[in-house]
């Protein structure tokens, strides 16, 4: 026995020497801060060198190179090349920033390194209450139920599997869509994010189950067509069972009447769910009154990585009734029995309200950041990026060569640059091209969309860092690029 103990040589992942491991980090936070503090003069983009490919495409290295050098590979080969959506002139598609806090939170998050399924340990307080000051922000009742998740995305999908599982007509939890039931169908507008459609798909009911409903002039769902849709699908024996409102759709931000679809959704015994993923953040603004009817809804799917500024990945669904939450995900097989006392005590396990069993601590830089900043902060910071769309949209307007191509109801912006004796199709390359050069030329990033055959450079703004001089520059660069284009 003795001689067993002497052989045995075990291994760890701590460090052997605590206090070099100590100062790199330090040194990394340093660092770090430093990459934060001077972002605004760097390129807000650009390409990755073939040299960095390279050295990122190596096989599996089978001896450890210790935490300095790998720390200098990160310095090196990763650091210098970010997406970009750090900068302040980034609005591309619909992307945050992050923060200061964040980052330290996500150091602190990992450290604890606590599962969040569920349990009796504090972090899951921590979840508790970030999840009832979202119930509180948006007027959900006290007894409703949240989860936080990696996004939009995933609260979409968890929305929308609890609203097939209360709906069927059936166990569909036990029977799924194998029994000749009448097909269940869905409804929301033909400006709705896509993750809504992979939802669909992925629970089994096929995107023709999704009827696309199509929009107004201001890309707002048509409810006398919804309307018709829903009649002409009960008549022919069909299952409709839920409508999606949009608070901000991807496109152009604009906001579905809500009141109207959660009177529909009553009227018609269907769950009403929204897709708020940054538009019901206005809330907190002067836009809230557009936003009526978001608080009847049955699920509500928001990020905390686009207009909350939080690091990626944070998202939060919330369901009016914890019941239909639960029995929609709840599976609890030997090894997980909630217990009365010790570790598997507690009364809320994250895992029966959706998909994952082990989950990270996402909470902990949603509960500081905003213990840190209070509420009214962000509060102001949401009104200024759409005071800020107002801006670029009223500089577009005032400008001969640039045509704003969608109405501006919240903080998306969608324009393109005008040149004479050229069609849709001629504009829509120019356009593109502008596009590229502004975002290869690290000088800005907006995205693109297509509105109504029009090509538009799409500046969606959920920036914090973000200042009016930004949108100058935007301006400026695009006119100086299209006329560098067209003058060829
Ligand atoms: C971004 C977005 C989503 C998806 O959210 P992720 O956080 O990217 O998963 C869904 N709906 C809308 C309207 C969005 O803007």
Request: glycine share 8%; hydrophobic share 40%; aromatic share 8%.
């Amino acid at each position: 026995m003795d001689e067993a103990k002497i052989a045995v040589h075990e291994e760890t992942l701590d460090p052997q020497d605590w206090d070099a491991m100590r100062s790199l980090g330090h040194r990394m936070i340093d660092e770090m801060m430093e990459y934060l503090e001077g972002i605004r003069d760097r390129p807000t983009w650009q390409s990755v060198p073939d040299s960095v490919k390279e050295h990122l495409s190596v096989p599996v290295p089978t001896e450890g190179q210790g935490p300095e050098q790998t720390y200098g590979d990160f310095l090196e080969n990763v650091a210098p090349y970010p997406m970009g959506n750090i900068s302040p002139r980034f609005w591309g598609w619909v992307m945050g920033t992050g923060t200061p806090m964040g980052v330290l939170a996500e150091l602190l998050a990992a450290t604890m390194n606590p599962n969040m399924g569920g349990g009796d340990h504090g972090a899951v307080y921590v979840e508790q209450q970030v999840i009832d000051w979202f119930k509180q922000i948006f007027s959900f009742p006290p007894d409703a139920s949240g989860l936080l998740v990696s996004g939009g995305s995933m609260a979409n999908l968890v929305g929308l599997a609890v609203a097939r599982a209360t709906k069927a007509r059936f166990d569909i939890r036990k029977e799924g869509l194998q029994n000749g039931h009448a097909k269940m169908v869905l409804y929301a507008s033909s400006e709705t994010h896509s993750s809504v459609q992979k939802a669909v798909e992925l629970m089994g009911l096929g995107s023709d189950a999704l009827r696309k409903i199509p929009v107004s002039d201001a890309y707002e769902i048509d409810i006398a067509a919804l309307e018709q849709a829903i009649a002409a699908d009960k008549a022919t024996g069909l299952h409709p069972f839920c409508i999606v409102g949009n608070a901000g759709t991807v496109n152009t931000g604009a906001l579905d009447n809500l009141t109207t679809l959660a009177d529909i959704a009553v009227r018609e015994d269907m769950w009403f769910h929204v897709d708020g993923a940054f538009g019901s953040l206005a809330i907190l603004t002067d836009t809230a009154p557009r936003l009526k009817g978001m608080d009847r809804a049955d699920s509500l799917a928001f990020d905390l990585h686009k207009w909350l500024y939080m690091p990626f990945e944070a998202g939060c669904v919330l369901v009016r009734s914890e019941e239909a939450h639960r029995k929609s995900f709840s599976l609890t097989p030997n090894y997980l029995v909630h217990a009365e006392r010790g570790v598997a005590a507690g009364s809320t396990w994250f895992s029966d309200y959706g998909v994952q069993l082990t989950r990270g601590f996402k909470a902990l830089k949603v509960w500081m950041s905003i213990k840190e900043q209070g509420l009214d902060k962000y509060a102001r910071l949401i009104q200024q990026n759409i005071d800020q769309a107002s801006y670029l949209a009223s500089l577009v307007e005032a400008e001969p060569q640039l045509e704003l191509l969608a109405p501006v109801p919240l903080n998306i912006v969608n324009f393109r640059f005008v040149a004479p004796n050229r069609d849709d199709t001629a504009l829509n390359t120019l356009n593109n091209e502008i596009l590229l050069r502004l975002q290869e030329q690290g000088i800005a990033v907006p995205s693109s969309t297509t509105l109504r055959g029009k090509y538009a450079i799409r500046t969606a703004i959920t920036n914090h860092r973000s200042r009016r001089e930004d949108f100058d520059t935007l301006v400026r660069e695009t006119l100086r690029l299209g006329r560098e284009i067209v003058g060829k």
